[in-house]
Structure formats: C-alpha cells, structure tokens
C-alpha cells in the first residue's frame, strides 16, 4: 500500500514491483505522468524479460475492499455490507455512493475496487471485469466511469463477448465540456469515442443496464436480480 507523496511515489511503485511483490496498491493523486510513463515502461521490461508480473491499482485510488474479510484502501469501512455484488469505478467518491445504495437496499458487496482517475495506471476495468466474471461469489456488478480515455469502452466490448453476469453502468460527465479537464488527470475528453454519451451508447449496445443518475444505480441492479 503506498501512500507516499507525488514526487516519489512512482519510486515507491517501481520498488514494490522489484520486489516481487503481487500486488501494489498506490492512493497518491498527483503522480507526474512521465514519472508513470518510466514505471510503466520499466514494468513492461521486466515481465517480458521473464520477469515477476506485480499488479498495480492507482495511482489515485480509494484501493479494494472485500467487506469482513480485507479493506486495502482509504475507503470508509462502515459504509460496506458482505454480499454478493461487485463494484468497480475509476471515481473513488462514485464506489462508495455506489457501495451506499447497495447496502441502504440490503444488498452487500463481494468486492469494490477503485481502478483510480489518473491517466496512466495499473488494472483498468477490462481486468477488474474479468475478476468478477471469474468469481463465484459475485452475482452481478456496476461498473462505474468517466469521461476520457477508451477503457469502459474496452471493457464493455470484452463484457458483450464474455460477461455472464448483469451490470448496471454510470459514466460520469454527461455536461462535460470538450478538451477541459474535469477534477481527475484522465477525465479529459480529446476525441468523440470518450464523452461520457458515447460511452453510455457503446454500454448500452453490449448489454449494459445504463442510467445517466447515479442516485438510480443500486435500484436497477436490485431490478435485475430479480
């Protein structure tokens, strides 16, 4: 877990992962993105040289929590049930919003995992996606985004060809302006595919239950379970 200041927390990444470790996971929002562009590159190296493959989540996420059994991460414990959905956001504010509804409606979660709102970083959705798809103990999942970049694209795509399990999905920034950045790094629209419209579309079109009020995402998955 490293929490370490903006100026050296990709040294604090890049010792984790000579480390070996499985799995790190970085809180600190304001990375230099070159810092993050020599890590990611010097990752990339270092698995295919044969390498130990550590996962990173983050930068600038709330971290994972399984609910009685882990919480890795700054998120507020008290909010979550154990259950059987699973949460994924790039929005730590949206998770626990997300995390909120579903235990206000007595449905718990499997795991919540923050993805994190900065430009280049760890796990994205496809691989979080994956998990769940993958996991016994997760009956569905809302699978929560922003503005900027193709990785709830990508994500819906693999879900339309592989997902079992229905999803509920939230783009946040409906309004947001093109080429303004929107609070985090990566929320910044620079082509048509990543507004948050054009998102809800490609979602919708791989079978995702999309709403465009977060205030609704606990009650249309609860609707779907039935």
Not at 4 to 9: L, Q, R, S, T
Not at 114 to 126: A, Q, V, Y
Not at 161 to 172: E, Y
């Amino acid at each position: 877990m490293i929490y370490v200041p903006p100026a050296g927390a990709a040294a604090a990444i890049w010792e984790a992962c000579e480390a070996d470790l499985d799995l790190a996971i970085c809180i600190t929002e304001g990375i230099p993105v070159r810092d993050m562009l020599v890590v990611r590159n010097k990752m990339r190296a270092k698995e295919a040289a044969g390498g130990k493959k550590t996962l990173l989540l983050g930068p600038n996420c709330p971290g994972i929590i399984t609910p009685e059994e882990i919480k890795i991460g700054i998120m507020p414990g008290h909010i979550h049930r154990k259950g059987r959905i699973g949460v994924v956001s790039r929005s730590g504010t949206l998770t626990y919003e997300a995390v909120a509804q579903l235990t206000e409606i007595g449905l718990g979660q499997s795991t919540a995992v923050g993805t994190g709102g900065d430009p280049i970083n760890g796990l994205k959705h496809i691989d979080i996606m994956q998990a769940f798809n993958d996991d016994p103990d997760t009956d569905a999942v809302i699978m929560i985004g922003e503005i900027g970049g193709p990785d709830e694209a990508d994500a819906a795509v693999w879900c339309k060809a592989h997902m079992k399990k229905p999803i509920v999905g939230f783009i946040a920034g409906v309004t947001a302006p093109a080429g303004k950045r929107m609070g985090h790094a990566g929320a910044l629209i620079s082509g048509g595919a990543d507004t948050a419209n054009a998102k809800l579309a490609i979602m919708e079109e791989c079978g995702f239950t999309v709403t465009r009020n977060p205030s609704e995402m606990g009650k249309l998955l609860k609707a779907l379970l039935k």
